[in-house]
Structures are given as structure tokens and as C-alpha cells.
């Protein structure tokens, strides 16, 4: 079958399913896909060579007459913060370069429940923590559309996996925009559900042994390059979990199945404070138009108690006193950190640079204060609860995923130039994605257009808290006014 590795999973396992196709040549063109893309993109760090035998066994059990589930042979990857029983899994970490879980994560557990084949693990930022995918351990993963840019981070090996057919599904995370932004950078949809809705056991950063720290804004989320597949994955992987009993028993929601003219849909192009590049503004006034002319209700809008400051601040700071517990801290470590802080707290305007105060967050890393931890989460009760009540009228708000399109790789903490300011780098990638991880909403990303130099750009699409089957089904309605997903030129 020809660019079956370009062919949804759903799609895959349909045609599996009724023997159109076995799952070991589905597998093998999968494995021919990043043999002859990898070694410049660098997306996939390790395969697992048990694969081949998997995809043996799922042919038998369908001649059999057995079917695993609703991705009967259909291969897969895995951000390599996944644990995955029997295969290396490192985090990009090199204390952790030669470890081998005994179980898999709990999303990754429900994967194979499912019938999906792990053929490997995707390549990320060092621990899940920069906006580039680099590590001490693999090469920088490269941009499909662009290898002299990044695919974003820390989920870059993930997006460019899905965006280049060497995997049609994947897990990723996304604790600050790890999922969004490389979506945006690739051209890929991706999906963020709410807060505390699925399971994180055996998920990387908590280094092996150490407690658990990381319980807030943290989520397992998915790439796809449709959203028929994302709402797959997210109901093959929530529900409660005996290994995290703080995931909220929370049921799938049911959809209103509104018609787009029945729909109150708010946008932005942009917060007053920090710019966006033009093109991305343009992308984002075409698409609403586009809306607007079926007879959406649209309406330009960002909720009046919003501090962005505020949100930035407190944002940083817990994530700050969670990464201060998550894993232990060593010179390297401190010999990698301050160069990036000073590069962040010295490079771009100064105004920017004062909006996130990120000189606040050193001490907070090497000395956790539990006091300060529980007053930013009384503070994050209010802030959500204002979020909840702003979105109450809207059906799904529109904005930037950043301020610009995928740019040239550099080093942690160099500023972006946007519209002839200079963006500090964590605010260039993260100040359109941090204030929804703070708070916890769904988010989707969906691919919209491109830039005047080829470079993807998507949107995100926000959500109310716990009504993801609701935000997929109008993502779907919006996305019909797009081109959708594009193949990346020479894949």
C-alpha cells in the first residue's frame, strides 16, 4: 500500500484489521521510514527490536480471529520520559543512560492494552525542560521543514516522528508547552487534556528513586496528524489509576455537537505586552475570518483579570520549587544552569525580561521552600477559577502558540528577534503556553498555515477544564477550514 506510514492510525488499523495490509509490512515500512530519515532529523534515539516479533504475533492473533484493540498492530513511539518495560528509557539524563524499566507507564501500558506495537522512544530536551530538544546523551533533533531550526522542545522528537512518517501516533507531555510549541514548529495536531485527567506513573522527570514532586501542570498528551486519531488516544488513556490515585475520576464528557454557526468562538492575536510575529498574527486573522464568514460568532477578546505577569511569575515559581525536589542536583548540573539563567536574565528587552523575573527562581531550585509552594498553589486555585469563569461564555478561545515560528537552533537562553524586539528566549516559546499549563485547561494545536519562509503555524485551542470530547469535536469543525496536515517536502 503506498505512504501507508503517511496514513492516520486510525486508518492504519482499519486496514490491518481487515487484512489489507499485514501488521509486519506496516511495521517494516515504519522502520524503512526512519532508516532513511533519522540520522538528520535525529528524532528516534532508540528502537526496540522486539518489535518484529510483536508484529508477528498481532498477524497470527488476527488469522486467529483474536483482535487486541482499536490499534490492533499499529506501531508507535514514545517520548523517551515514558518508562517502557524491557527498553531503555533515559530522559535525555545521563545518570540514566543505561536504565531499563521494569513496567511500563501507565499511558504506555493502556498503548499496548490497546493492541499498538512500541517499535522505540523519541528523542527530547534533557529531563522534559527547554523549548529545543537537546540532551547529554543524542544529537539535537532537527526541524523536518528546516534542519538549521529546531522542532521545539522538550517533545521535539515527537512532533518530527509524527510530522515525517515515522510514527503516526505518539506520547508526549507537556508541562509548559512541550507539546505545543513543537506541534507549531512541525505542522502536527497535538492535544493537552486537562490537568490531573491522565495518569503520570512512570513518567520522567522524578528521577528513579526519587519522591514524587511533579503533581500539578504536568500532563501526558498526543501527537497526531488528525484529530480522529487524537480523540483516540485520549480515550484509550484516561481513567483512574491505582499507581496515582489523585487522577479524577472524571467520565468522558459528552459533546454538544453544536453547529459551527451555533458556536461563540473568542480569539486574540496576540497579549499587549509581548509581540507576535506578523505572519503568525496574519495566519491567526485569516483563519477567524474564514469562521466568521460561515456565521460563527467571533469576537477578539482575552479575559479582563488576566495578569499576565502575575500568571508568568507564579507559573515559574512552581515549577521551580517542583523540579527543586525532582531530581538530585550535582556541579554539572549547576554548570549548565547558570549559564542559562544569566543568558535569560541578561539577553532581550528589559521590560520582557522583568515580566517573568526569572532571577526569582534560583533559589527557589537549589532550596525549596514548602512554604512558597503552597501559597502558589492557593494562588493558582484563584487564577483557575477566574479562567473558568472568563471562558464560561466562550465555546473555545483562539491564540498564538508563540511569538514566532521555529527558529535557528542556539544555545538555552539566547533571545529570539520578534517584529525588531528581542524576546527572551523562555518567553519567545512559553508565554502563550505556561498561563494554560498553570491553570490546567485542554489545549489543542492545530495547523493552520505557514510562514512566508515554509516554517509551519498552528493555534492553540482552548478548552473548558474536563470537556475534552467537547473541544475535540469543535477542533474537528475548525479544522475543516484549514489545509490541515502537510507532508514536510522530501518525505
Known amino acids: 500500500m503506498n505512504n501507508i506510514v503517511f496514513l492516520p492510525a486510525h486508518k492504519i488499523a482499519e486496514v490491518i484489521r481487515t487484512r489489507e495490509v499485514s501488521a509486519v509490512e506496516v511495521l517494516e515500512a515504519h522502520l524503512a521510514q526512519i532508516s532513511k530519515h533519522n540520522s538528520k532529523l535525529n528524532a528516534i534515539c532508540t528502537l526496540d527490536e522486539r518489535a518484529r516479533t ?23 513511539t514514545v517520548k523517551d520520559v515514558y518508562e517502557t518495560a524491557g527498553l531503555r528509557t533515559t530522559a535525555g539524563y545521563k545518570r540514566l543512560k543505561d536504565y531499563i524499566p521494569a513496567q511500563d507507564a501507565t499511558v504506555v501500558k493502556r498503548l499496548r492494552a490497546a493492541g499498538a506495537i512500541i517499535i522505540g522512544k523519541s528523542n527530547l530536551a534533557k529531563l522534559a525542560s527547554d523549548y529545543q530538544s537537546t540532551n547529554d546523551l543524542f544529537e539535537r533533533v532537527n526541524n523536518p521543514w528546516n534542519l538549521d531550526c529546531t522542532a521545539g522542545g522538550s517533545s521535539g522528537g515527537s512532533a518530527v516522528a509524527v510530522a515525517t512518517g515515522m510514527a503516526p501516533l505518539e506520547i508526549g507531555d507537556d508541562i509548559g508547552g512541550s507539546m505545543r510549541q513543537p506541534a507549531h514548529f512541525c505542522g502536527v495536531y497535538s492535544l493537552k487534556p486537562t490537568d490531573r485527567r491522565i495518569s503520570t506513573a512512570g513518567h520522567i522527570p522524578e528521577v528513579p528513586g526519587q519522591p514524587k514532586c511533579i503533581r500539578h501542570i504536568l500532563t501526558p498528551g498526543c501527537f497526531a496528524r488528525s484529530i480522529e486519531d487524537l480523540q483516540l488516544w485520549f480515550s484509550i488513556s484516561l481513567g483512574t489509576d491505582s ?6 475520576p472524571v467520565p468522558l464528557d459528552t459533546p454538544s455537537n453544536k453547529s459551527l454557526q451555533n458556536l461563540k468562538i473568542a480569539w486574540t492575536d496576540g497579549w499587549q505586552e509581548i509581540p507576535v510575529a506578523l505572519e503568525i498574527q496574519a495566519a491567526i486573522k485569516s483563519f477567524v475570518s474564514n469562521l466568521a464568514q460561515t456565521g460563527a460568532y467571533v469576537e477578539n477578546w482575552s479575559p479582563k483579570k488576566f495578569d499576565l505577569a502575575k500568571t508568568l511569575q507564579l507559573y515559574n515559581l512552581l515549577v521551580a520549587l517542583s523540579m527543586g525536589y525532582a531530581k538530585p542536583w550535582d556541579f554539572d548540573d549547576l554548570w549548565q544552569v547558570l549559564p542559562f539563567m544569566f543568558r535569560e536574565a541578561t539577553q532581550g528587552d528589559k521590560a520582557l525580561r522583568d515580566l517573568s523575573n526569572l532571577s526569582q527562581l534560583l533559589p527557589n531550585l537549589l532550596n525549596p521552600n514548602p512554604k512558597k509552594y503552597f501559597e502558589v498553589l492557593t494562588q493558582r486555585d484563584r487564577i483557575i477559577a477566574q479562567m473558568d469563569e472568563a471562558l464560561e461564555n466562550w465555546d473555545v478561545w483562539l491564540c498564538p502558540v508563540a511569538t514566532c515560528t521555529a527558529f535557528t537552533h542556539r544555545a538555552k537562553g539566547s533571545a529570539i528577534y520578534v517584529n525588531g524586539r528581542k524576546i527572551p528566549y523562555l518567553l519567545a516559546s512559553g508565554a502563550y503556553t505556561m498561563p494554560f499549563a498553570f491553570t490546567g485547561h485542554p489545549v489543542m494545536v492545530i495547523p493552520i498555515g505557514k510562514d512566508n519562509t515554509g516554517l509551519p503555524i498552528g493555534v492553540q485551542v482552548i478548552g473548558k477544564r474536563w470537556r475534552e470530547m467537547e473541544l475535540l469535536s469543535i477542533a474537528r469543525q475548525l479544522a475543516a477550514f484549514t489545509q490541515g496536515f502537510l507532508i514536510p517536502p522530501g518525505y
Open 243 to 248: 499507581r496515582q490515585p489523585d487522577v479524577a
Open 54 to 76: 510483536t508484529a508477528k504475533q498481532a498477524d497470527e492473533a488476527l488469522a486467529r480471529g483474536e483482535n487486541w484493540g482499536v490499534l490492533h498492530g499499529v506501531p508507535m
